[in-house]
């Protein structure tokens, strides 16, 4: 080894611990936040004002505008198709590889619009009141906004990292998975493989402006479909016949509408309940702390059904009937009728089991109860005991003043693909009024908005939990 001059190794440890303290000094003071504000709405309103509904689907402005505004600051950037105009985007920022990166996800595809309905132009990204409106503004271009700003921050302030900070802008989540999550994970795995993935479907659930509690989702319900066929034999509609399958379906249809699967909690619902037992109070907290009881549960479940079915839906499986086809003129009885359910079925839970169950239910031998095609996802579950939820249990408490429920989605999302190879992903988002879905305001509805000041609060929460996962020790 060549002998170095004691003055110039000084000098060199001077100049390295000189930049770890400038690298670290820049870490911990943070983005200029108020100035950040205004480069945060120009990209969302960018994002929103392209026309990227699904159908038909052509996410390809918004991934050119996001290709070019990362490789502007010198983010390496990648583009996957497996369909014309259906790119994914991926951007990578490295770190030391002495921990497994994480994934920043989000969909740039939104649903398909009736701009009848809208009282603002659904691409306009208009503000009034203090709120953005515009398809997308919730599902999902505040999450492509915000990992498009941590990237851009994380080299800007070049934060250290030991993790690698990997962003997926994917195509197909609404539509088409096909072209999306799927293609990625099937043929570029490698791209997008981490130990850790934020992605959307939690949130902050304000009442009366302030912040009750977050959510995280942990775990999804699988879809399936189940078709019921009725057969019989036809006839002139004047004469009632004891055999029409019209009727028997209806019958069916019935029970399957007050069809009660097998109460089962999971690590996620059963933390669900338990916390949000100790923020209520009176007959709510108590009924939060009675669905934990085996004895007492199948009482909360009808209530919950009939006054709260979206907490009904997370103890079991669940079976809503949603088309229903028969018949071809008004005089004729058909000779067949069919029903179709939408069947969402616990991670854990034995399809063939739940079918046997609806089939029981059905108790019709001229019922038939099959599996119907549909898109079906893979299961799977991210733990509750990782840096990651921790992390984003501290980053709720410091930004929103509130504490963290996991929760289990009951529709789903394209996590699932993820977590069925491994990685543990987290359902995060901004605030949003318990309100505003039931008023039209919501994810999917003619009238989709955010809270300006909530999507800010929404990248500095994302930053702190980067940050604090990836960010150089």
């Given amino acids: 080894m060549k002998h170095v001059p004691t003055r110039l190794a000084a000098a060199c440890v001077a100049v390295v611990l000189g930049l770890s303290v400038a690298a670290s000094g820049r870490q911990r003071h943070g983005p200029d936040w108020a100035a950040a504000e205004g480069e945060i709405l120009r990209h969302f309103q960018t994002l929103v004002r392209f026309d990227t509904a699904d159908p038909p689907g052509n996410e390809t402005p918004a991934a050119a505008y996001l290709r070019q505004t990362l490789e502007h600051e010198g983010i390496p950037v990648q583009i996957f198709t497996l369909e014309p105009n259906r790119p994914n985007v991926v951007a990578r920022l490295k770190g030391n590889g002495s921990k497994r990166p994480l994934l920043l996800m989000g969909h740039t595809d939104v649903v398909n619009v009736d701009p009848a309905k809208w009282t603002h132009p659904p691409f306009s990204a208009a503000r009034e009141g203090g709120y953005i409106y515009g398809r997308g503004t919730l599902d999902d271009k505040d999450s492509v906004t915000t990992g498009l700003m941590i990237m851009l921050l994380l080299k800007r302030l070049d934060v250290p990292l030991d993790r690698d900070v990997i962003f997926l802008a994917e195509a197909g989540e609404e539509g088409n998975t096909r072209v999306g999550i799927q293609f990625m994970v099937d043929r570029h795995l490698r791209e997008i493989e981490a130990e850790y993935c934020l992605a959307e479907t939690g949130g902050m659930v304000r009442e009366r402006g302030e912040v009750r509690y977050g959510t995280v989702q942990t775990l999804e319900k ?38 009660h699967s097998t109460i089962r909690l999971n690590e996620t619902t059963r933390t669900y309940f338990a916390r949000l037992a100790e923020i209520s109070s009176g007959a709510e907290a108590q009924r939060y702390r009675d669905v934990l009881d085996p004895e007492k549960a199948a009482g909360v479940d009808r209530y919950f059904h009939a006054n709260d079915p979206a907490k009904a839906a997370l103890l079991h499986a669940t079976a809503s009937p949603t088309i229903i086809d028969g018949g071809y003129r008004l005089n004729v009885i058909p000779s067949e009728a069919v029903a179709r359910l939408d069947l969402r079925i616990l991670p854990d839970d034995d399809p063939a089991a739940v079918l046997d169950g609806v089939r029981k239910t059905v108790n019709d031998p001229s019922v038939e109860v099959a599996f119907a095609p549909r898109d079906v996802r893979p299961g799977g579950t991210s733990r509750l005991e990782t840096e990651a939820f921790t992390a984003l249990e501290d980053a709720v408490r410091r930004h929103y003043g509130a504490p963290t429920l996991p929760i289990m989605s009951t529709g789903a999302t394209d996590m699932a693909y993820l977590r069925a190879k491994g990685v543990q992903c987290y359902g995060i988002g901004p605030a949003v009024d318990a309100e505003d879905a039931p008023k039209g305001f919501g994810s999917h509805s003619d009238q989709e908005r955010i809270l300006e000041s909530e999507l800010y609060r929404f990248v500095r929460f994302t930053w702190d939990v980067v940050v604090q996962l990836a960010a150089r020790r």
Avoid: E, F, M, Q
Avoid at 229 to 241: C, D, E, N, Y
Avoid at 244 to 250: E, G, M, S
């Fill in 222 to 259: 699988i879809p399936r479909a189940i078709d019921l066929t009725a057969r019989g034999v036809s006839g002139h509609g004047s004469v009632p016949l004891v055999g029409n399958p019209v009727v028997h379906l209806a019958a069916a249809v019935a029970r399957v509408g007050d069809w």
